[in-house]
């Protein structure tokens, strides 16, 4: 079998392979409770892939939680449905840990402005 043709049935399983996997992780994610052991176990390979793989960022940055100020978890498509009516931006605070993000200046003013900030460990 030439080098190409070999190369190139490897792309494609990598690519059903892709698809597969993020078909059955969005299934996991509309269990909120099994998602969330998921997400603790990997929730950092998510954020890796949401920067890495931008042929399918959409898909997986639908399925990243970040934690807001109100200490719980969600999407950002929640935390979009639920902003308020004329608000046009949010924050997004990336820090070492919660902690580190609540000691923030800017969290103050962007709580003041926003119905809450996001906020996500860095990698």
């Known amino acids: 079998m030439p080098l190409s043709l070999a190369a190139s049935i490897l792309c494609v399983i990598k690519q059903n392979l892709v698809k597969k996997c993020l078909e059955m992780f969005a299934e996991i994610a509309e269990k909120q409770h099994g998602y969330k052991m998921f997400y603790e176990q990997f929730g950092e390979c998510l954020k890796l892939s949401a920067h890495e793989d931008a042929k399918n960022r959409t898909k997986v ?39 580190a993000a609540s000691t923030c200046p800017f969290l103050e003013t962007a709580q003041e402005r926003l119905a809450g900030a996001v906020h996500d460990r860095s990698i």
Request: hydrophobic share 30%; charged share 35%.
């Open 61 to 99: 940055a639908e399925l990243l939680r970040l934690h807001t100020t109100d200490d719980e978890q969600i999407s950002l498509k929640r935390y979009v449905d639920r902003m308020d009516e004329g608000q046009n931006e949010n924050f997004y605070i990336t820090s070492d840990s919660i902690a």
